[in-house]
Nanobody
Framework: VQLEESGGGLVQTGGSLTLSCAASGDAIGNYDVAWFRQRLGQGREFVAAISTWGWSGPTVNYADFVKGRFTVSRADTVKLQMKSLEAEDTAVYYC????????????????WGQGTQVTVST
């Protein structure tokens, strides 16, 4: 499967953006998907993850720093809705996929997109 992120851009502090992760080569519905981000000079950190659909819907996990500001969802794509953005949210955001179950570490994912830049200006 190949992944492609879209929706990044420049936004002011307190603004909102929605990122999308689309798949080709296979249906994204067959994968657990996570969002990671990489701030300048730092490693990739977990943001949010969503499992494939189960009996009662997908399982979602969030990093503590999300603080209810971000929402991950899935349909034909996997979206990350971000609101109340802060300068500290400036980063390249990556979506990643796996069939090995949800994970909060990058090593748990074997398919990655190229990333999309999110810049939050003060």
């Amino acid at each position: 499967v190949q992944l492609e992120e879209s929706g990044g851009g420049l936004v002011q502090t307190g603004g909102s953006l929605t990122l999308s992760c689309a798949a080709s080569g296979d249906a994204i519905g067959n994968y657990d998907v996570a969002w990671f981000r990489q701030r300048l000079g730092q490693g990739r950190e977990f943001v949010a993850a969503i499992s494939t659909w189960g009996w009662s819907g997908p399982t979602v996990n969030y990093a503590d720093f999300v603080k209810g500001r971000f929402t991950v969802s899935r349909a034909d794509t996997v979206k990350l809705q971000m609101k109340s953005l802060e300068a500290e949210d400036t980063a390249v955001y990556y979506c990643a996929a796996t069939q090995r179950g949800l994970s909060h570490v990058s090593e748990g994912y074997n398919y990655w997109g190229q990333g999309t830049q999110v810049t939050v200006s003060t």
